[in-house]
């Protein structure tokens, strides 16, 4: 069973930096991808950042350039550090996990940013 617990979220004003949390039961880098998804009010969940067990990070086109996801598998926790926060980014951020064609998820974490 993987566990995947969020953290970070919270209420920040548009310009302002967040960075988000994911600790996973297990060496981060033992998955074949994780990600960080979001789901705004009313609009189907969206994939923000991807990360794949190589290392190699993908990023929604609404976040590049603002956005960097990254990992310490120390730690066994995956990081989205969100600069230049945007009203249109407030979301409830989940923590992904592939393997063995299994997706696991969190339960997510609550970011809302004000104008």
């Known amino acids: 069973q993987v566990h995947l617990v969020e953290s970070g979220g919270g209420l920040v004003q548009a310009g302002g930096s967040l960075r988000l949390s994911c600790v996973a039961s297990?060496?981060?880098?033992?998955?074949?991808?994780m990600a960080w998804y979001r789901q705004a009010p009313g609009k189907q969940r969206e994939l923000v950042a991807t990360?794949?067990?190589?290392?190699?990070?993908n990023y929604a086109d609404s976040v590049k350039g603002r956005f960097a996801i990254s990992g310490d598998n120390a730690k066994n926790t995956l990081y989205l550090q969100m600069n230049s926060l945007e009203t249109g980014d407030t979301a409830v951020y989940y923590c992904?996990?592939?393997?063995?064609?299994?997706?696991?998820w969190g339960r997510g974490t609550q970011v809302t940013v004000s104008s």
């Open positions: 297990g060496n981060i880098f033992s998955f074949y991808a």
């Open positions: 990360m794949t067990s190589r290392g190699t990070t």
């Open positions: 992904n996990a592939l393997r063995n064609g299994f997706n696991y």
